[in-house]
Structures are given as structure tokens and as C-alpha cells.
């Protein structure tokens, strides 16, 4: 763990104490310089805390707890005024090129932070990954009673699932190799779960979903996740697919069928709605935090990302460091 100054805010800006901050995958991309980033940075995209300070015209924010939009938008180009910030061509991120939450304190624009309401600190700091499932679903043009199937239970396919419940889709399939992501995934509500040995396509023979998402980012799962699919069925290829990746696909079919292959990159302004999803929730969403660590433990907590016994990791500022 390395001492900095603490940061102050500057024009239209509140410093955060940071009190809830989650990792994933993007995380280590970025530290394996997989996902473009400026160094040296402190990392950190899901971040919650309390607003301690602020820019004089803003300073009717202090004391106000918030989750951190980690976007950043000109609000100019061609995307953003398209309604694609996510897509901006100038973007920058906080735990990319601008400091994150991984520390004590964060500094973010005041349009950045969102209030959490009534929500703890460390279900909100789910706001961001539950963002990215928003930015998803609303693309797929979502009804209720949709029979959908999610593929790969980790955890933004676990996140995935709840979500849907946003949109009245509740009967959902989980598919995944490991048999305790699917124990964990029945306690959450899915409909049935399947395990997975070789194919997808030998566990689920027939095409009948009208939603599928592939939560693995493995080329081939999401080959044959088109098989899948019902007339007129989704595929959305949500996990994060090595670049340069390629897939078999039949034109004609998707054409005689009028199949959607829809993408979905990151979250484009949808905290607030996140924010609602997590609110409105009767599931026991703090048992997604399966483990919490003090900030001088960065080592364990990028080693447990992905493991089978565990959904979201977050680091808690507030847990002190282990004794010298």
C-alpha cells in the first residue's frame, strides 16, 4: 500500500470517503495492460462513501452518501449527443485515467455521484456492475414473462439475474460448470439451473429462450448460445470476449429467423436506475459481498477474483492495515 496526499476538489467537484469499493475482471485487465489506462493510477470503477467536502458552489453535498458514476463524458461528440456517453470518443474513467476508489479518499465530479438513499455501502458500491446490466437489458427491449437464460453464474451473471426481476422477467435458466455457482444461483431465485460439461447445446436441446446472455466471455459459449434461441429470440454476448475472437455464424438464419445479436458495452447512465433495482430488491443482496479486505491486501483480493466460492470482493478503507 503506497501513502498519497489526500486529493482536494476542485471546480464542480466532491472529495468522497470512501467507504465500499468492488473489484472485477476490468481490474485486472487494467493492471495487465489489457484495458487502456494512464499510470501511475489508483485503480478502483465500483466505489460508495460519504461526500466530506466540496467545491464552494457545492457545498450543500457534504454529508451526502453516494455511489460513483465512473464515466466520464464530454457531452459533445457525435456518441454522446446520440445518447452513447458510454461510447464517448474524449472518455476518461475514474480507476483508469483518473484516480479511483481504492484509497481512503476519491475525488469525482458532482454529476458523477448519485445518492444511495437508504442502501449500505457496500450495496452500493454494486451500483456500477448492476449499471452495466441496466445498459444491457434496456437495449434488449425487455417483457415480462420472457423465458430467458443466462449462461456462466459468476458474478455478473448473478447480477444479470436480479436485474431482470427489474423488468418482470423471472423465469430464468443459470448454465454454469461449477456446481456450488449453481447452488448459489437457486438461492437467488433462478427457475432451474443446468450443469455444463461439454456443450450448451447438450444440456438444453431444444431452442426456446427468448433471451439468452452469455455471462463467460468464451467465444465458443456464445456460438452456440445462438442455437438457443427461439424465433424471434436475443442473444446478448455480455462476458468479454478476448479481441480479434470469431464465431460461425449463419446470416440466413438469423435473418429467417429474426434473431437479435445485440452489444452492450460498460453502463451509460444508469446508476440511477441501479440504484432503484437495489432498492426495490427482497433478495438478501449483501450476501453477494462474499469477501472484504483492507486496502494494504490488494495481492489476496486480485487472487480471489474469479473464484468459485465467490461472488463480489470489495475493499473496505475503513478496516485497518495488518500490523507492520
Known amino acids: 500500500m503506497t501513502r498519497v496526499p489526500q486529493p482536494a476538489p476542485g471546480p464542480e467537484e466532491l472529495l468522497i470517503r470512501v467507504e465500499a469499493a468492488g473489484l472485477c475482471h476490468t481490474d485486472l485487465d487494467i493492471l495487465a495492460g489489457r484495458y487502456p489506462a494512464e499510470f501511475p493510477r489508483i485503480p478502483g470503477h465500483e466505489f460508495a462513501g460519504t461526500v466530506v467536502d466540496a467545491d464552494s458552489s457545492y457545498r450543500g453535498y457534504i454529508g451526502a452518501r453516494v455511489a460513483v458514476d465512473p464515466l466520464?463524458?464530454?457531452?459533445?461528440?457525435?456518441?454522446?449527443?446520440?445518447?452513447?456517453?458510454?461510447?464517448?470518443?474524449a472518455g476518461q474513467a475514474y480507476g483508469a485515467e483518473r484516480d479511483g476508489g481504492f484509497a481512503e479518499y476519491a475525488v469525482v465530479r458532482q454529476e458523477n455521484a448519485h445518492n444511495i438513499g437508504g442502501l449500505s455501502m457496500p450495496v452500493a458500491a454494486l451500483a456500477e456492475p448492476f449499471a452495466c446490466a441496466v445498459n444491457a437489458l434496456e437495449r434488449a427491449r425487455l417483457a415480462p414473462g420472457m423465458k430467458a437464460a443466462?449462461?456462466?453464474?459468476?458474478?455478473?451473471?448473478?447480477?444479470?439475474s436480479i436485474a431482470l426481476r427489474g423488468w418482470d422477467v423471472h423465469d430464468v435458466t443459470f448454465a454454469d460448470r461449477i456446481p456450488e455457482r449453481l447452488e448459489r444461483a437457486r438461492s437467488f431465485g433462478a427457475t432451474r439451473t443446468a450443469i455444463v460439461d461439454r456443450s450448451i447445446t447438450d444440456v438444453f436441446p431444444t431452442a426456446d429462450f427468448d433471451l439468452v446472455i452469455d455471462a463467460t466471455g468464451r467465444p465458443e459459449v456464445v456460438q452456440d448460445a445462438i442455437r438457443l434461441l427461439a424465433d424471434g429470440g436475443t442473444l446478448i454476448p455480455f462476458g468479454v470476449c478476448p479481441p480479434g475472437s470469431q464465431i460461425n455464424l449463419d446470416p440466413f438464419e438469423v435473418y429467417r429467423r429474426q434473431l437479435?445479436?445485440?452489444g452492450s458495452f460498460s453502463l451509460n447512465?444508469?446508476?440511477?436506475?441501479?440504484?432503484?433495482?437495489?432498492?426495490?430488491?427482497?433478495?438478501?443482496?449483501q450476501e453477494l459481498i462474499t469477501t472484504r479486505f483492507a486496502l494494504d491486501a490488494g495481492a489476496e483480493?486480485?487472487?480471489?477474483?474469479?473464484?468459485?466460492?465467490?461472488?463480489?470482493?470489495?475493499?473496505?478503507p475503513t478496516i485497518a492495515p495488518a500490523a507492520q
Open 72 to 89: 466520464i463524458a464530454c457531452h459533445q461528440c457525435r456518441n454522446c449527443t446520440s445518447g452513447y456517453q458510454n461510447l464517448c470518443t
Open 150 to 160: 443466462i449462461i456462466g453464474a459468476g458474478p455478473m451473471g448473478m447480477i444479470l
Open 260 to 262: 437479435r445479436i445485440i
Open 269 to 285: 447512465r444508469g446508476i440511477p436506475e441501479a440504484l432503484r433495482i437495489l432498492q426495490r430488491s427482497d433478495l438478501p443482496l
Open 301 to 316: 483480493a486480485l487472487a480471489a477474483i474469479g473464484g468459485a466460492d465467490t461472488i463480489k470482493i470489495q475493499f473496505d
